[in-house]
């Protein structure tokens, strides 16, 4: 990925996905994971935190981001787990079906999918939302969430885990940010319809909503440094997570731990509170 222009060095020198600390207990031993995005960020530290809790992982990258996916690989490898990485486009419906397929094939099955892939677009004005970047954050964050879940039904089975990634955006839109936040309330009201129509199958889904992290996915999606200050003094923390501090949710959902929680929504935003 780019450097963080400017403040980046005094903000968050590098995310941390907690491959310094985060210490597994075997909560996931045996599971099969496939996690989109799990290259970097937010998805990264939750490939680590898998990988250390016993899960076998397949993570889905851009293509451009072989260099993120192997450093990833490396770490679940030295967990002593098998790791796989798929380069794929997720824009594009027939390839979100043969990665699932390649992912299932690869671990001998699948029983926890975390659909965490994003992009965002910030512009000032409507007028400069293109319509083809509204529908590629529209295509990426929702509709690959739909085509890869779909995909992924015929493999999972009774007492599997799809966790998905929202965005307290969902509740609490940016101005800057319309294409954003329209598909992150989207994968709310998704997730939360889709978990009720599971219960029959014993397979639960439930969401995380991150705060703001201070990763990758804002220098693509061109937040400035000014406007993540901003959130981190509007934040009730005074400041931005780590994605080694959203890892640990996604892990309770996976886990039987929350056996008892399907269609919820966990905020992890450094105590800002939600409707
Ligand atoms: P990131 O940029 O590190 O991760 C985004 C990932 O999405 C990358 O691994 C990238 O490979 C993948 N991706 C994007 N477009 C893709 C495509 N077309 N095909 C395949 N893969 C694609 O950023 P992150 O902050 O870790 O984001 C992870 C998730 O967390 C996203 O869903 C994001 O919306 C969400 N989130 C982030 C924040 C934040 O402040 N960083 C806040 C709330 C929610």
Same mark, same amino acid.
């Given at each position: 990925?780019?450097?963080?222009?400017?403040?980046?060095?005094?903000?968050?020198?590098?995310?941390?996905?907690?491959?310094?600390?985060?210490?597994?207990?075997?909560?996931?031993?045996?599971?099969?994971?496939?996690?989109?995005?799990?290259?970097?960020?937010?998805?990264?530290?939750?490939?680590?935190?898998?990988?250390?809790?016993?899960?076998?992982?397949?993570?889905?990258?851009?293509?451009?981001?072989?260099?993120?996916?192997?450093?990833?690989?490396?770490?679940?490898?030295?967990?002593?787990?098998?790791?796989?990485?798929?380069?794929?486009?997720?824009?594009?419906?027939?390839?979100?079906?043969?990665?699932?397929?390649?992912?299932?094939?690869?671990?001998?099955?699948?029983?926890?999918?975390?659909?965490?892939?994003?992009?965002?677009?910030?512009?000032?004005?409507?007028?400069?939302?293109?319509?083809?970047?509204?529908?590629?954050?529209?295509?990426?964050?929702?509709?690959?969430?739909?085509?890869?879940?779909?995909?992924?039904?015929?493999?999972?089975?009774?007492?599997?885990?799809?966790?998905?990634?929202?965005?307290?955006?969902?509740?609490?839109?940016?101005?800057?940010?319309?294409?954003?936040?329209?598909?992150?309330?989207?994968?709310?009201?998704?997730?939360?319809?889709?978990?009720?129509?599971?219960?029959? &199958?014993?397979?639960?889904?439930?969401?995380? =909503? /991150?705060?703001? @992290?201070?990763? !990758?996915?804002?220098? #693509?999606?061109? $937040? +400035?440094?000014?406007?993540?200050?901003?959130?981190?003094?509007?934040?009730?923390?005074? &400041?931005?997570?780590?994605?080694?501090?959203? =890892? /640990?949710?996604? @892990?309770?959902? !996976?886990?039987?731990? #929350?056996?008892? $929680? +399907?269609?919820?929504?966990?905020?992890?935003?450094?105590?800002?509170?939600?409707?």
């Amino acid at each position: 990925h780019q450097p963080v222009p400017g403040v980046q060095a005094e903000m968050t020198p590098v995310p941390d996905l907690g491959e310094k600390t985060y210490r597994g207990t075997g909560r996931l031993t045996g599971r099969k994971a496939l996690i989109t995005g799990g290259d970097s960020g937010i998805g990264g530290a939750v490939a680590i935190a898998f990988a250390r809790e016993g899960a076998d992982v397949v993570i889905v990258h851009l293509p451009a981001e072989q260099e993120d996916a192997d450093r990833i690989l490396g770490l679940i490898a030295e967990a002593g787990r098998k790791g796989h990485s798929i380069a794929a486009d997720i824009t594009d419906p027939a390839r979100c079906r043969a990665l699932v397929d390649e992912a299932a094939a690869e671990l001998g099955g699948l029983d926890i999918l975390v659909n965490n892939a994003g992009k965002q677009v910030a512009v000032e004005n409507i007028e400069d939302l293109s319509d083809e970047q509204f529908e590629l954050t529209f295509r990426t964050n929702v509709f690959a969430n739909f085509w890869i879940t779909k995909a992924a039904l015929a493999h999972l089975p009774a007492g599997a885990s799809i966790i998905n990634t929202a965005s307290l955006e969902a509740y609490k839109p940016a101005p800057d940010r319309l294409d954003y936040a329209a598909t992150k309330a989207a994968i709310n009201n998704l997730s939360k319809g889709l978990a009720q129509q599971l219960v029959p &199958r014993g397979i639960r889904v439930n969401v995380v =909503a /991150p705060g703001p @992290v201070w990763t !990758a996915l804002q220098v #693509s999606g061109g $937040v +400035s440094d000014e406007q993540m200050k901003a959130f981190d003094d509007e934040s009730t923390y005074q &400041r931005s997570g780590q994605p080694a501090e959203l =890892a /640990p949710a996604y @892990v309770f959902l !996976a886990s039987a731990e #929350s056996s008892y $929680v +399907s269609g919820a929504t966990l905020n992890v935003n450094g105590g800002m509170v939600t409707p």
